[in-house]
């Protein structure tokens, strides 16, 4: 295939050697690959709290959040975290660890989270934060967080905390199992999005 993009009309089928549905133009044989996006983002630190910043936009609208967002073409993770940052949060933060690597196939997103400690505690709202601020570990807002990944981050940052090497965390098992037997059960209306109140956290 020389082309980058289709010269004729596409189709929904399985191309030859392939075993999944693709849209493939008749014409020049193009096939338009979708593959799952990648989210970058930060567990921001000042001393003892951790910055989260209230959702400004859809989905989530009004529910807490670590920096986080879609990696740009030509950027390493770590830049794309840095990036993020500066513009949800108007922060700069130094990266010390690759934190976790969150798989989420419902939505087909893969999450590399990184630790990070704020350069200087100035701060302020991106046009996609209506708030935002520095919470200590109690003073965490548990029930008004965005996603179960921001859940997961957040623990996983208080596992490794005071470590200075550890292995990267992943999606927890029991969301995965949990996901597993959803779908075996037919129940297509589940969503990764959502914080339920029976252990996302």
Known sequence: ???????????????????????????????????????????????????????AIEPRRGYWTMPAGYLEENETTAE??????????????????????????????????????LLRPEYGCGEETEEIDLFRWEDIPWNELAFPSVHWA????????GLSEFAPRSTPEEWLKRR????????????????TPEGNR
């Open 80 to 117: 794309g975290a840095r990036r993020e940052t500066r513009e949800e949060a108007l922060a700069e933060v130094e990266l010390d660890a690759l934190l976790a690597v969150y798989d989420i196939p419902r939505i087909n997103q893969v999450q590399m989270i990184y630790r990070g400690r």
């Open 1 to 55: 295939m020389s082309n980058d993009k289709p010269s004729g009309p596409t189709k929904v089928r399985v191309p030859a050697g392939d075993d999944r549905p693709r849209l493939v133009c008749d014409t020049c044989g193009f096939i338009h690959y979708s593959n799952p996006r990648i989210v970058v983002g930060a567990i921001c630190h000042w001393e003892e709290r951790i910055l989260l910043c209230r959702r």
């Open 180 to 195: 597993e037997e959803t779908v075996l059960r037919g129940a297509h209306h589940y969503d990764a999005n959502i914080v």
């Open 154 to 161: 957040l623990k996983h940052d208080r596992e490794v905390a």
